[in-house]
């Protein structure tokens, strides 16, 4: 068979069949002539050679059809061969055009790139805190129980004591296991540079609810919570790299946490492992007796049992509260447990602002796409002329719709690519810019399961966007396109109105875009730029823990620090120095009850409790803090006592009625004792920093003396110049005074800040970047489409130029369309956004949802962009000739 | 006489006619079959109806040509030619047929009292 055969039994099948059927009758004719002659010849008569020669040749028919099937199959198998032969010529033509339009096909997948790069970002973080938080098996079942004492506020964690923690193990049916663990911390001292480390007391069931095992060495078992049992420790595999280097020897070995136990090392955990947020230290929870019911400072947390819903273990664990409750009344407060699954309690605060990201993710994703489906549109048009030529010369329509869907395929493949490793670039960076360690279970890998989503997501935008062209081949729009410029041309302005909808697509997108960021933006701003005293951003602070075992008495500490500013206030470089126990004066390190003679005669609230701070004189002097009455502390010389205390004004009106402070006596505790009996020397304005989190509330200060002082705080030197050169000097102050202290790296106050408002801070870096691209990708959709209609109407404008139109009348012309574009996208984005920020109110600290200034400046901002955008293609064809135009007829 | 046809072995018609062609004469069907029938001593009769399909097989893998002529009586035919892979088809299965009626034999010769 030639090639021309093979070529019309290939695309005449019908035909082909045909042939067949008649040339296998002819075959078998011409048979059965000769099978009749031969027999003849042999001697028989025409009659009985007949009879014989159809007995010999048999079942013509069925053999007709079984050389039909044969004919079939081998069609079938060659098409599919020359189908799959012709795919790969079209991806060979399809690369091509990043050689022959670079531009259109640099475009068109940076336009995708873009898309996917942030969708692969957010989702990897979303599938790795809300959808997957805990990474233990069967994660779902983890819960956290706890009761709230009405009376404290909503506090985050839920906490328990321990004897409620042994009833409601021992009365529960719910749970596989129920755990408990206190929050804790430890210097471990056997290292050449001490360092401390956060961990927990556990009890035994610790491992079992979570259902791990150690990578080395084992769990804690019974034995080990015996009375008078060997202090034994499970350390994070993250401080065994970092501390012992990986040592294997680690197991059984006795290291010294905070100077005087020594623990033996029996397991280390798996990598990433530091339950519940960053932990290095476990060891087991040994209480020598339950302790009090109403201290709680416990978690507990277990595993629900096959089965058992989230409402049984509520509705079990409610009634189990209400019996213990009952049988104490002594607890005061309405003490209600709670059930709550553990993975989405950690990830909490974090929820809003990743979906909101999500969603403003996906919006450009959005845009995107509009953009690139407003290019394939373009190149649709532009090579109408190209594929309509070869139409024409024979290439059928399903090989032209092939074809144009494969360079869509390739264009979408090379934005997915590099929309993927944009976004594994984009996570290492988002990571690097987050300025707190983040637990251990968010490791924001790219998974497979996005990984796949994405491709698949790839795969329906090439066929999305390669639809269009495709259709308009199908439509047989390709025959016109040779013919007259006017058929061309009423052609070109129906794709103009479609591609400007996908502009005022875009623009509406964008302007959601641009308010969410807008609103995140000044948040964020309000939180960073918290004025925390005009002095605020020349202070260096170290935060000191001096531990109970090297510093027992009150007096060794106070003695430490003392002795650590006033070398500080010394050394070169530094303008001042002063020990506070929060540098950030608008979050106190702890609270205290205070009452006066007064608030005791209310029985309803005989005290309050509030931040207080305990500082060194120094503090008042450079943290802007505004002095209304009387005076700061002063100087004592070492073991004066001191009863001062300095109280801010909405404190100064809860002890008082008349909130006339100076001078008057109150006590630093719940109830009159004369023990804690304070004067007031000094009264503060309520709110002399703008705070991130709402008015100040009310707020006291003690002076560092013996019976305030404690083994811990910070030291801020202030700085003439750069903070960050005092590092060094503020280090080796403290390493002299104390060369065994675990120290961690100083801090700014900028820092310290950053570290505290890290979820704003990150939140408005990432959406800062996307709505920076979402920008782009408008100006780019917009010019596009203003330049594609100019162009389209060349011919028109050369006319009415020609009829005395002048400069002016075409470019307010052109840009009537860009501005009535955006008019329509501004005001539907403005609509849905109004309504969309009810969601978003709740996360933003600082932001009035309705905040005009951002409306005007985001509305303001992209007429000007979209009026320069069309501006630029108006100014271009308004400066042609209109000769010239006319000539080309 | 044994006709071997539909129910015979598959490969054995297409196995002949190979053979038969691989002389590198080109013959028509009805010469094809009475070869057959000629060289093993009229033993061998192919069903006339059963050699068109194996014929289209073998032409459609390529290992045949077909091509329609005037025969020598006169009578407008269809001729058949071995290809090159034809013959190397032939070799291969020249080969596997020698060794599974090597096989079948070594089976059958099997004697009775060995088998228990």
């Known amino acids: 068979m030639n090639a021309g055969e093979k070529w019309r039994m290939l695309f005449r099948r019908e035909d082909t069949t045909g042939q067949l059927a008649r040339n296998i009758d002819a075959e078998f004719d011409t048979h059965f002539d000769m099978l009749v002659e031969q027999l003849r010849d042999e001697g028989l008569s025409e009659e009985d050679a007949r009879t014989r020669a159809e007995a010999l040749i048999g079942n013509t028919e069925l053999a007709a059809r079984k050389c039909e099937r044969t004919d079939r199959n081998w069609l079938l198998s060659e098409r599919a061969g020359h189908v799959l032969g012709s795919i790969a010529a079209d991806f060979r033509y399809a690369l091509n055009i990043f050689r022959i339009s670079p531009l259109f096909a640099i475009m068109a997948s940076l336009c995708l790139a873009v898309g996917i790069t942030f969708i692969t970002v957010t989702w990897t973080v979303l599938d790795d805190t809300i959808i997957h938080p805990l990474p233990f098996e069967d994660a779902d079942e983890l819960v956290m129980v706890g009761t709230r004492d009405s009376r404290m506020g909503d506090g985050h964690w839920m906490s328990s004591s321990y004897p409620d923690f042994l009833d409601w193990e021992a009365g529960n049916h719910v749970f596989e296991h129920l755990a408990i663990f206190v929050w804790g911390a430890f210097t471990i001292t056997d290292l050449d540079d001490p360092v401390r480390v956060a961990s927990n007391e556990v009890s035994a069931a610790f491992t079992d609810v979570l259902a791990v095992t150690p990578v080395l060495g084992r769990s804690f078992t019974p034995d080990d919570y015996r009375p008078g049992a060997e202090s034994v420790v499970l350390i994070s595999h993250g401080i065994w790299q970092r501390a012992w280097g990986g040592d294997p020897d680690i197991l059984g070995r006795r290291i010294t946490l905070n100077g005087v136990n020594r623990y033996q090392v029996v397991g280390v955990m798996p990598p990433h492992f530091t339950f519940p947020d960053n932990r290095d230290l476990w060891i087991p929870f040994r209480p020598a007796e339950p302790g009090p019911r109403g201290l709680a400072r416990h978690i507990t947390f277990g595993r629900l049992r096959d089965g058992v819903s989230l409402d049984a273990a509520r509705a079990e664990m409610h009634q189990i509260g209400i019996q213990v409750a009952a049988e104490h009344p002594e607890i005061e407060g309405r003490r209600e447990v709670r059930v709550v699954r553990f993975g989405p309690f950690l990830t909490d605060p974090l929820r809003q602002p990743l979906l909101i990201i999500f969603i403003v993710a996906c919006l450009v994703l959005l845009l995107a796409c509009s953009n690139l489906a407003n290019l394939m549109l373009s190149r649709a048009t532009g090579r109408a002329r190209e594929l309509s030529l070869r139409a024409v010369l024979g290439a059928g329509r399903g090989r032209l719709i092939q074809q144009v869907m494969i360079e869509s395929l390739v264009i979408a493949l090379a934005g997915g690519v590099l929309g993927i490793v944009f976004g594994r670039l984009g996570l290492k960076l988002l990571l690097a810019h987050v300025p707190i360690e983040l637990p251990g279970f968010m490791q924001f890998e790219l998974n497979p399961g996005v990984l796949a989503a994405l491709s698949g997501f790839v795969l329906l935008s090439a066929f999305i966007f390669g639809l269009a062209p495709a259709l308009a081949v199908r439509r047989g729009a390709l025959g016109s396109s040779l013919r007259s410029d006017t058929v061309r041309m009423s052609s070109g302005r129906k794709h103009v109105l479609i591609r400007s909808g996908l502009v005022v697509v875009q623009i509406f997108l964008v302007t959601i875009v641009l308010v969410v960021t807008g609103m995140v933006m000044k948040s964020y701003l309000a939180g960073h730029t918290a004025r925390l005293g005009g002095e605020n951003n020349r202070l260096l602070a170290q935060y000191v823990s001096l531990g109970s075992w090297a510093y027992p008495e009150q007096e060794s500490s106070l003695a430490f620090f003392r002795e650590a500013v006033e070398k500080l206030r010394n050394s070169p470089g530094a303008e001042d120095a002063w020990y506070t126990t929060s540098v950030l004066s608008d979050r106190a390190d702890g609270s205290a009850g205070i009452c006066s003679d007064e608030t005791v005669r209310n029985s309803e609230r005989p005290y309050l409790v509030c931040d207080f701070w305990t500082v060194s004189p120094g503090y008042f002097a450079s943290t802007g803090v505004s002095l209304l009455a009387g005076r700061t502390f002063t100087e004592l010389s070492e073991g004066e006592r001191s009863n001062a205390i300095i109280v801010s004004e909405a404190l100064a009106r809860r002890l008082w009625a008349d909130g006339e402070a100076l001078g008057r006596s109150c006590y630093r505790s719940r109830e009159p004792d004369p023990e804690h009996i304070v004067t007031v020397v000094g009264v503060i304005a309520d709110e002399p920093f703008s705070s991130s989190e709402g008015a100040a509330g009310p707020r006291f200060y003690l002076p560092l003396v013996r019976d305030t002082s404690r083994g811990y705080g910070w030291l801020v030197v202030q700085s003439g110049g750069e903070p960050r050169d005092l590092a060094p000097v503020l280090r080796e102050t403290i390493r002299d005074l104390d060369p065994h202290l675990a120290l961690t790296a100083p801090r700014t106050v900028a820092e310290l800040l950053r570290e505290r408002n890290w979820r704003t801070v990150v939140f408005a870096w990432v959406l800062g970047v996307i709505g920076i691209f979402a920008l782009l990708l408008t100006v780019v959709g917009i010019g596009g489409v203003v330049a594609y209609s100019v162009t389209n109407r060349r011919h028109e404008f050369g006319i009415r130029m020609a009829l005395g139109a002048t400069f002016g009348s075409i470019t307010r012309s052109v840009m009537r369309r860009g501005a009535i574009m955006a008019g329509i996208g501004i005001a539907t984005g403005l609509a849905v956004t109004l309504v969309a920020m009810r969601f978003l109110s709740g996360i933003l600290e600082n932001a009035d949802p309705h905040d005009p200034v951002i409306y005007v400046l985001v509305i303001a901002f992209l007429i000007t962009v979209t009026l320069l955008a069309s501006w630029m293609p108006a100014r271009r064809i308004a400066r042609i000739d209109p000769v010239d135009v006319l000539r080309e007829e | ?116």
């Open chain 2, 1 to 116: 006489m044994t006709l071997i046809g539909n129910r015979g072995f598959y490969g054995e018609i297409e196995i002949l006619v190979l053979k038969i062609l691989s002389g590198g004469e080109s013959m028509h069907g009805l010469a094809i079959i009475n070869a057959v029938s000629e060289n093993s001593g009229e033993y061998l009769q192919i069903e006339h109806a059963a050699l068109y399909p194996a014929l289209h097989r073998l032409h459609r893998k390529g290992l045949l040509t077909g091509e329609w002529r005037i025969s020598d009586k006169k009578r407008r035919a269809k001729f058949y030619q071995i290809t090159p892979a034809g013959q190397k088809a032939l070799a291969r299965a020249l080969a596997e047929w020698t060794a599974h009626t090597r096989a079948m034999e070594q089976v059958l010769e099997i004697q009775p009292e060995d088998l228990q």
